[in-house]
């Protein structure tokens, strides 16, 4: 196995640059494991695929306004900073626009220039340095980089976006994620209500998402990919409603990989599923023994990025090749804003 196994060209005007309104509207490709049938529907349509009894699991992470613009106290030049990750009270991994002259000790004034003069400055100092350029900072006070922040959207998306929580989903509630959980962002309060009156459990893990799991995979044997760890959070509740889905026989589908990667980290900890606190760094890749997860919707990944890898171990490389020709061919819209696949 080979990262260059994962890889396709894509043309560029179909990486989807606005989302579809209203968010039930966009495509949805539909695969069928066991006979390799591909069917072509639009996402409101997905409640034909879905029975009473179903355990539809969420993650109800929230996008947090990450992107912060400052200055440096040395010399006024601009700054801009990413949050990755909190690490302790007011301490955060980050990235920063030309980290490799900002060293340790280097301090930066957080502000809002287009605020005016209504809200406080944060003061920053860079006081660690991480792998890949990562930065850990101290901030004077955390709890103003909310309003001091804007919501980052992916590097691939160059059109602003007119309204932030149109890069939320609807059922979004615990902030933490770096970016969001796109295959969510599907989902209508309209057509959550539908899928519930079919008689589906909705139910909800957190998984706050950082920029890594986004990122092409360099080596080129993935087993050298260093993968990074996320946090998340898997109740006694939710422990206890996937078990008991999965003794009696009865259907889990994952939106997202996200909700993959956390509910098949903690089934190989524990059987039956037991509620879950930490870290999660699973990578899944082709050979994977799935614990749970019986269906799954996704959207359209980046070549060679660990979240194509997983759908590929769910669904089998020919069928997923298979998929995004397919989906090149019939104009499909890719990444973050683009069009949904189902893949049972």
């Not at 990755?84 to 220039?113: C, F, H, M, P, Q």
């Not at 340095?129 to 930065?135: I, L, M, N, P, R």
């Not at 089934?267 to 037991?274: D, F, G, H, K, V």
Request: hydrophobic share 40%.
């Amino acid at each position: 196995m080979k990262t260059s196994d994962f890889d396709y060209s894509l043309p560029s005007e179909l990486i989807a640059q606005t989302p579809v309104e209203p968010r039930d509207r966009s495509r949805l490709m539909v695969l069928n494991r066991s006979d390799g049938s591909i069917e072509h529907r639009v996402f409101t349509e997905i409640i034909d695929y879905l029975r009473d009894g179903d355990v539809l699991l969420f993650n109800d992470s929230r996008v947090i306004p990450a992107r912060l613009r400052g200055r440096r106290v040395d010399s006024s030049g601009g700054v801009e900073i990413l949050l990755l990750r909190r690490l302790d009270a007011n301490v955060w991994e980050v990235l920063v626009k030309r980290s490799k002259r900002l060293r340790i000790g280097t301090r930066v004034t957080v502000t809002n220039d287009s605020a005016g003069d209504n809200l406080p400055e944060v003061s920053a100092e860079i006081i660690g340095e991480g792998w890949g350029g990562v930065k850990v900072v101290r901030f004077s006070d955390e709890t103003l980089l909310a309003d001091l922040g804007k919501i980052p959207l992916p590097p691939y998306i160059h059109v602003p976006l007119s309204r932030p929580e149109r890069y939320q989903t609807v059922y979004a509630r615990v902030a933490g994620s770096v970016a969001a959980t796109t295959a969510g962002l599907h989902f209508t309060p309209e057509l959550l209500r539908r899928i519930e009156q079919k008689g589906v459990h909705c139910t909800f893990v957190t998984l706050h998402i950082g920029l890594d799991t986004f990122g092409p995979v360099r080596e080129e044997n993935p087993l050298e990919h260093p993968i990074h760890s996320e946090y998340g959070v898997l109740s006694q509740t939710v422990a206890g409603q996937l078990s008991q889905a999965k003794r009696e026989g009865r259907r889990i589908i994952c939106v997202g990989t996200t909700t993959v990667r956390i509910v098949e980290q903690v089934a190989q900890l524990s059987n039956p599923l037991q509620p879950f606190e930490g870290r999660v760094s699973l990578f899944i890749l082709p050979g994977h023994q799935f614990c749970m997860v019986d269906a799954l919707i996704t959207n359209f990944h980046l070549p060679r990025s660990t979240l194509l890898m997983l759908v590929t171990a769910f669904a089998g490389k020919e069928l997923i090749n298979q998929a995004y020709q397919e989906a090149i061919a019939r104009r499909y819209r890719f990444y973050s804003f683009g069009d949904a696949m189902l893949i049972f």
